[in-house]
Every structure is written in structure tokens, then in C-alpha cells.
């Protein structure tokens, strides 16, 4: 008995979602394509690795190196 209604719940949940057409916002969507906003790309930031990620990456390669 339990399964016909959990079949049903699933299936009104799909539909729902099939034919849900959300309001679109078109001012975000022109900022988001013309790469307006505030948003920063990770490749223009300035990121460098600190001297603990490097001692770790180097730690790993050398187990690595055991494993083959």
C-alpha cells in the first residue's frame, strides 16, 4: 500500500518540476554575459601557495614515489 502513494508523491514532484517555469531575471543575466558585476575571476587573483602547502605537496610525491 505503501508504494503506490510514494510512486504517486514522486510523480506529482517530477511534473512540478518538469513544468516549472521560474520568472528570469534578464538585468542579471546581461551583467552575468557583458562580465559585469563584482564578481573576480580566480586566474586574475592574486593567490599564492603559503610554504606549509608546499612542504605537504612535497611529502606527498614522495609517497607516491613508495607506492609504485
Do not use: C, I
Given at each position: 500500500?505503501?508504494?503506490?502513494?510514494?510512486?504517486?508523491?514522486?510523480?506529482?514532484?517530477?511534473?512540478?518540476?518538469?513544468?516549472?517555469?521560474?520568472?528570469?531575471?534578464?538585468?542579471?543575466?546581461?551583467?552575468?554575459?557583458?562580465?559585469?558585476?563584482?564578481?573576480?575571476?580566480?586566474?586574475?587573483?592574486?593567490?599564492?601557495a603559503?610554504?606549509?602547502?608546499?612542504?605537504?605537496d612535497?611529502?606527498?610525491s614522495?609517497?607516491?614515489?613508495?607506492?609504485?
Open positions: 500500500m505503501g508504494r503506490g502513494r510514494q510512486k504517486a508523491k514522486q510523480t506529482k514532484v517530477a511534473r512540478a518540476l518538469k513544468y516549472y517555469s521560474p520568472e528570469t531575471n534578464y538585468h542579471a543575466l546581461e551583467q552575468e554575459l557583458s562580465g559585469g558585476g563584482r564578481r573576480t575571476d580566480l586566474a586574475t587573483e592574486d593567490r599564492f603559503s610554504d606549509a602547502d608546499t612542504e605537504y612535497n611529502q606527498y614522495t609517497w607516491a614515489d613508495d607506492e609504485r
